[in-house]
């Protein structure tokens, strides 16, 4: 079965400076996704990035950047100049490719602060 | 906004009762996946339906079932009710199943008293 572990339960960083959210999954598939979803105190899960497990290029969308270390099954989340509006949990998820049971980690409550 | 619609966004009912949960998904999308996510924990994945056929099943009580009709919308049946049921209930929606493109709802909160 597959599982994704957050270690960080909470997590703080100052306005504009740089924090990194690490995950990490186990799993024997080859073909998978990797998701990060923002849930902020609106309580929408809103996705972040999306990495393919067979594109070797991290995924980046403007400030939100991944590092996947496929070998290591490690996915850790970047987010450079931190805005305050980034203040949310964010989840680490994954999903085997053709399944349909998108298993969530635990979540890090990120708080960015003025 | 995500596009995907979910009612009532909030519900305060009683032990042993019974609640019904609405989701219509975005325009075009054949997939519904229903999550429950307890008070600071992550999501677990309940049940998906496809095109109105049941696709995926997770851990979804005996007590809860759900069906999704040939509009597409989707209601997911809580009965008998424990404290424990107490949760946000989301609803997400995908065109095609096992891609990973998921959009949500912002879900119903159930607080069972």
């Known amino acids: 079965a597959q599982t994704v572990t957050q270690s960080q339960p909470e997590m703080s960083v100052q306005e504009a400076e740089t924090v990194t959210l690490s995950c990490t999954y186990d799993?024997?598939?080859?073909?998978?996704?990797l998701f990060w979803y923002k849930q902020p105190p609106s309580r929408q899960m809103i996705l972040v990035i999306r990495?393919?497990?067979?594109?070797?290029q991290n995924a980046t969308e403007n400030r939100f950047s991944v590092n996947f270390q496929k070998a290591a099954k490690s996915f850790s989340l970047k987010i450079s100049d931190s805005q305050l509006g980034d203040t949310a949990m964010y989840f680490c998820?994954?999903?085997?490719?053709?399944?349909?049971?998108?298993?969530f980690g635990a979540g890090t409550r990120l708080t960015v602060k003025p | 906004d995500s596009g995907v619609t979910q009612t009532p966004k909030h519900l305060i009912t009683a032990t042993g009762q019974r609640v019904t949960l609405r989701c219509s998904p975005r325009?075009?999308?054949?997939?519904v996946y229903w999550y429950q996510q307890s008070l600071d924990q992550g999501l677990q994945f309940l049940i998906q339906?496809?095109?109105?056929?049941?696709?995926a099943k997770g851990n979804i009580l005996e007590r809860f079932s759900a069906q999704q009709f040939p509009d597409l919308h989707s209601e997911l049946n809580l009965s008998s009710l424990e404290l424990g049921d107490s949760a946000l209930y989301f609803c997400?929606?995908?065109?095609?199943?096992?891609?990973?493109?998921?959009?949500f709802g912002e879900g119903s909160r159930l607080t069972v008293l």
């Open positions: 799993t024997s598939e080859s073909n998978y996704y």
């Open positions: 998820a994954f999903m085997k490719h053709g399944d349909n049971d998108m298993r």
């Open positions: 997400a929606s995908s065109v095609l199943t096992g891609t990973g493109e998921l959009f």
């Open positions: 339906y496809y095109n109105g056929e049941e696709r």
């Open positions: 325009s075009g999308d054949l997939s």
């Open positions: 990495q393919e497990a067979y594109k070797q």
